[in-house]
């Protein structure tokens, strides 16, 4: 993908115990973030990222995901989850519009 070798990647796995999930939806999950990650990154930072750290206990699974792309509008936040809601170029400028 054009864009990711210009990407700082972290990578941390503690594990305590053995991770129990379906690889397949776990393996889409993450190939989503980081192409939307190399994607929207931001290219006017002198230091792009990508950090995945993950946690793997007894009691669960946490698994945090964070970089310093362009980020999203606080307007469309809410609705990130909703089921077939793609935020698009309009959508981000529609909001920036609503907040001035």
Do not use: W
């Amino acid at each position: 993908m054009p864009g990711h070798g210009e990407i700082q990647k972290t990578i941390s796995i503690h594990a305590t115990s053995p991770l129990y999930s379906d690889p397949r939806r776990l393996s889409v999950i993450l190939r989503n973030l980081i192409s939307n990650s190399i994607k929207y990154r931001d290219v006017g930072k002198a230091k792009q990222t990508i950090s995945v750290s993950v946690i793997i206990s007894e009691e669960g699974t946490t698994i945090l995901f964070e970089d310093n792309g362009i980020g999203i509008d606080a307007v469309l936040l809410p609705r990130v989850f909703d089921m077939f809601f793609v935020l698009t170029k309009k959508a981000m400028a529609l909001a920036l519009d609503c907040t001035s």
